[in-house]
């Protein structure tokens, strides 16, 4: 653990997700005809030749250049000796969305029992904050014309077309995940009030559309998003939350360097943990880079005087438990994810479990404490978060314990 944030002043991630996709996937939109490549080399001129063969779609620096390529191309490439030529990992959600409960026109409860227990009041009606803060959530687009998101939308872009590298304009949301994600952070209750609320009302959403219709999609496109949305909050003069429910088992070197770059340039970068259940050591990247807050999933159970973990929650490792220091695969704070209800995409509501509800609890929370903090730096939010959840300390769910856990983290922060 190299960093201390313990002072006051991080699949779509759900019952079944953790990948990256959500437009029509790379392969069924080109036939499995077309191989996304990561191109390296220490030869400037080999790279120079290749950027000028091949459409470069995302240039990295000296992580090298992505592109499409024929099949055809990409067995060529890997006979050329100065190229280093590798396929881009894919990202996803856990697993799909999973529904608890029935879609309605409006929703059975305004301030479901994630925002209760966030803002720690049983009988709350309508959440605020979160005034100037900009949330990019990175996952199947939204449904920005949602009647509880419509007034907060301030972005919508699409990362994920198979031969465009960014669509202003567009973030269709035909999966629903990324439209839940949402709600979860900034629903305001429709214009008529009548509708479902999130953590931070207040704040703008930036959809960024990472992910294809199936919930799955690649992590050059995700890296490239990530670092959009913190270059987008340099040259606005905004404050930004990036927020992802996404993720795989194992690290994707693109996407760590472009959280480290956000994180480096101001932006709080939020992750799930992963769905992969209570043994040690199965949280999943992003969430495990040690510039991400990894969230895990809170049930609406009491156990040993608190909430519980949930069992489909990923567990970080225990060997680092107790130190209150963050270093990579570490769980750093949990929220309710659980039969969380929120936005869907077909204008209505629906109720999912999983780490991906998790996060924009916390993501929404963020928002909320740094409009009313606006001085604080992203280090700083990051360790007011960390306060917040120690003086909350979770009991509940196997590996939790007293102090900083690897279940739970340090603890389920609350807005007040």
Not at 387 to 399: H, K, P
Request: with cysteine; hydrophobic share 35%; proline share 2%.
């Amino acid at each position: 653990m190299k960093k201390v944030f313990f002072t006051l002043t991080t699949t779509i991630l759900m019952m079944t997700l953790f990948a990256v996709s959500a437009f029509a996937s790379p392969e069924k939109e080109s036939g499995n005809d077309w191989v996304r490549v990561l191109i390296e080399s220490t030869s400037e001129q080999a790279k120079n030749q290749a950027k000028e063969k091949y459409d470069v779609r995302h240039d990295f620096g000296k992580q090298g250049f992505s592109t499409n390529v024929t099949k055809q191309q990409y067995e060529a490439l890997q006979k050329n000796k100065n190229l280093n030529v590798t396929k881009v990992d894919k990202v996803s959600l856990v697993n799909q969305p999973q529904a608890t409960g029935d879609r309605s026109s409006t929703p059975s409860d305004q301030t479901p029992w994630g925002m209760e227990a966030i803002y720690n009041d049983d009988s709350i009606t309508a959440t605020d904050g979160g005034d100037d803060i900009r949330v990019a959530v990175l996952d199947t687009g939204s449904k920005t014309d949602h009647v509880d998101l419509e007034g907060n939308v301030e972005q919508c872009k699409d990362f994920s077309r198979l031969f465009f590298s960014r669509v202003d304009g567009s973030c269709n949301d035909i999966n629903g995940h990324g439209t839940h994600v949402a709600g979860t952070v900034l629903a305001d209750g429709g214009a008529d009030g009548e509708g479902i609320y999130g953590v931070a009302p207040d704040a703008k959403l930036w959809a960024y559309k990472v992910l294809g219709d199936l919930g799955m999609g690649f992590s050059d496109d995700i890296a490239n998003a990530i670092r959009h949305a913190a270059d987008q909050g340099q040259e606005q003069g905004v404050k930004v939350v990036i927020s992802m429910s996404l993720g795989s088992s194992g690290e994707d070197g693109l996407i760590t360097e472009a959280v480290d770059y956000a994180y480096d340039n101001g932006a709080l970068v939020v992750a799930a943990a992963g769905n992969d259940g209570d043994g040690e050591d199965t949280i999943g990247y992003p969430g495990a880079v040690e510039n991400a807050i990894a969230v895990a999933a809170l049930e609406d159970v009491q156990e040993n005087g608190t909430y519980r973990v949930a069992d489909f929650s990923s567990r970080g490792n225990p060997a680092t438990a107790g130190d209150y220091v963050i270093q990579e695969r570490d769980v750093e704070l949990s929220a309710p994810g659980a039969a969380i209800a929120s936005t869907w995409n077909d204008g209505a509501y629906n109720t999912i479990s999983g780490t991906s509800m998790a996060t924009p609890h916390v993501s929404g929370l963020a928002a909320k404490i740094w409009a009313e903090n606006s001085g604080l730096s992203n280090t700083d939010l990051r360790a007011e978060l960390q306060s917040r959840a120690t003086a909350n300390d979770i009991l509940g769910g196997t590996g939790a314990a007293e102090g900083d856990d690897y279940a739970s983290g340090f603890g389920f922060p609350l807005a007040q």
